[in-house]
């Protein structure tokens, strides 16, 4: 009876303890598993990498050199939104003051465009008005075109087609002229000392004719052997500083007159080379007799010849073609500064003379195509400021134009605005004095 019991107590415990243990489980099941801390952004989670953290920086170094925003899925990410949220709003207020600072900015542009736009159309409307005037002179506005070549339809005229053909039958139409006796083969003058002389000119007028030795004078061969006339014309110049006694007068009186013989003869020979036509630019810009008497050949009708037998002789349309298509020649550079020369000498001579200009204003724009050559200088652009200048002065009313107390004139308001920073250049002596000539006269 008591085993029986003692059974029943042990299997009541048993069950007991069975249930007790079913029941702690449940009871004492531990919580949910705490989530780890994440200390790397999503891009370095993505590498399998740790965050490298600067001091005092919140985004980590390699999210910085990609320049993409660091972004952490963990608590931090509040924190992070909030900041970025703050950084966001820093940004659009810096964008707002820099869009206003721009309007500003655009509003003082349009301001000044419309103070600029007002002067250029009272600038232009006097530009108008002069040309509108019927005193106006053609030649104050033809430098301001565009260029054109003067003799495009010179080719086309009947009696240079008539000639044109007649030269495919009968051979050259150059007029044959008696110039090849030089003044050493015909004794004047020994050659060492025509080779000084040569010289001598050369160094004191190389600033004038744009040389520099005897090459820049000839297209070929020696001066002497291709032009003789050219040859007793640089002589007989230079032979005025150069005598100094009876004996060496005589010599210079000899070979002037064998210079104007030939000047003669090149005169009436057509077309002429560029050798000869030097010669008659030289024999009308300065004097060569050998005395102080009025001895001398009129430079305005001189440089008109000049003028006339270069316009034989250069060929504008081929050169201007060549000068836009970039290849242009040496001989090219030559012909336009002889050209330009020569018409800055008549010019000159036109306005101390009070006689009209024989050239058409065609052609006094093609002087503007020194400036396309490559090696175009501060000298070539002092010419032609100073053939634009003549070419203001040059009226067909031939009125005086009036100055105020300082040099200034309306008439010459334009070419000043335009040429006038070459006057202050220690370079610019001739031209200043060309430009205060007509407030002396």
């Not at 200009?357 to 501060?378: A, D, G, K």
């Not at 009226?395 to 008439?411: H, I, L, M, R």
């Not at 000043?416 to 031209?431: A, F, N, R, V």
Request: aromatic content about 6%; proline content about 3%.
């Amino acid at each position: 009876m008591t085993d029986k019991r003692t059974r029943e107590d042990s299997a009541t415990g048993s069950i007991g303890a069975q249930e007790s243990v079913s029941v702690t489980p449940v009871e004492n099941e531990p919580s949910k598993k705490r989530r780890r801390r994440i200390l790397s952004c999503d891009a370095c989670r993505r590498l399998k990498c740790r965050c490298e953290l600067d001091f005092g920086s919140d985004t980590c170094s390699r999210c910085r050199n990609l320049r993409i925003p660091c972004l952490r899925s963990d608590s931090l990410d509040q924190s992070y939104g909030t900041q970025e949220t703050a950084h966001q709003q820093d940004l659009v207020k810096s964008l707002h003051q820099k869009v206003l600072h721009l309007e500003s900015s655009m509003q003082d542009i349009r301001a000044q465009l419309v103070k600029l736009q007002s002067g250029r159309d009272s600038t232009q409307q006097s530009v108008v008005e002069q040309s509108a005037s019927p005193q106006a002179s053609t030649n104050s506005r033809v430098l301001m075109d565009e260029i054109e070549p003067a003799d495009q339809h010179v080719h086309a005229a009947p009696a240079e087609v008539i000639r044109r053909v007649a030269c495919q039958v009968t051979g050259d139409l150059r007029r044959a002229f008696h110039t090849k006796e030089d003044v050493v083969r015909m004794g004047m003058l020994n050659a060492t000392t025509a080779e000084t002389l040569v010289k001598s000119f050369i160094r004191r007028r190389r600033h004038v004719l744009f040389i520099n030795d005897e090459s820049d004078l000839v297209t070929r061969g020696s001066l002497i052997q291709t032009s003789p006339f050219l040859h007793a014309v640089l002589c007989s110049h230079e032979m005025r500083f150069t005598h100094t006694s009876q004996t060496d007068a005589l010599k210079h009186r000899q070979v002037y007159e064998h210079m104007r013989n030939m000047l003669g003869q090149v005169v009436l020979g057509s077309p002429l080379h560029l050798e000869e036509i030097t010669g008659v630019l030289i024999c009308s810009l300065f004097a060569g007799s050998p005395s102080c008497e009025a001895e001398y050949v009129d430079s305005w009708l001189l440089s008109g010849i000049c003028s006339q037998q270069a316009m034989l002789c250069i060929q504008f349309s081929d050169i201007h073609q060549r000068t836009n298509a970039g290849t242009s020649t040496k001989l090219d550079l030559r012909s336009m500064r002889i050209w330009a020369n020569i018409c800055l000498n008549h010019l000159h001579w036109s306005a101390t003379t009070g006689r009209p200009s024989i050239l058409p204003s065609s052609y006094f724009s093609q002087c503007r195509n020194l400036l396309n050559f490559e090696q175009t200088t501060m000298r070539d652009a002092m010419l032609l400021a100073e053939i634009s200048l003549y070419c203001t002065l040059q009226k067909e009313d031939c009125v005086k134009p009036t100055f105020t107390n300082d040099g200034f004139s309306s008439k010459f308001a334009i070419w000043k605005q335009q040429y006038g920073y070459l006057l202050d250049l220690p370079t610019g002596l001739m031209l200043k004095f060309s430009y205060c000539m007509p407030t002396s006269s």
